[in-house]
């Protein structure tokens, strides 16, 4: 592919990735909560979640994509019922942010995982951005193996580069968890916050 036609799917992208919505809501709750332990997890699901749409869209699935729309429900609804967990264990916690989730690192990477992948492919702004918006952008019948692939490099580097600056933001702001009245209060504002990512997963 030319570098044009890559610059203008980067910038596309990062500032679709950029707008605030589900995943960066989870993502920043996430990191005032456990720091940068387990944002990789969920980034990387995203970024999967985007190569797969970005496959549909090559692979011209747009019709089905349609078909398989009570598919994408039940993925929606299971990222969404993990951020109401995610969330519920921060409001009854009384212990320190990293205390309140308390699960398994194991089991936590999956989970976080499999919510940014559910996240993206329930996602209609997902969806749009790769079979509405992206067929304006890049020809897609005459997309080589080699221009996937780099495609796919791209989705990996923006979205690891905005997700990241959103987690090195989030980051520095867990200093004021260090009081009992400052974890209590971030415990409710991630708290408050997942859950409302979870509405927003379920609902869209």
Known sequence: MNLLDLAVFAAALALAAAS??????????RTLVRGREG??????GIVLGDMVWLAAAVMGLAALAATLGSFFVIVRLAA?????YLAWKLWTSTGT?????????????LGLFLTGLGMTLGNPKAM????????TIVDLNRLT??????LCGI???VIAGVFGSYVALAHRARGF??????????????????????????TK
């Open 80 to 84: 969404a019922a993990y951020l109401i």
């Open 177 to 202: 968890a260090g009081s009992a009245w400052g974890a209590k209060l971030i415990n409710r504002a991630c708290g408050t916050a997942m859950a409302g990512a979870a509405v927003l997963v379920a």
């Open 155 to 157: 989705i990996a580097l």
């Open 145 to 150: 193996l080699l221009g996937f692939a780099e």
């Open 39 to 44: 944002a990789g997890p969920l980034v990387a």
């Open 20 to 29: 605030p919505g589900p995943s960066v809501i989870a993502l920043v709750a």
């Open 128 to 135: 749009a951005f790769y079979l509405a918006l992206l067929p």
């Open 97 to 109: 942010p990293a205390e309140a989730v308390p699960i398994r690192e194991s089991d936590s990477r």
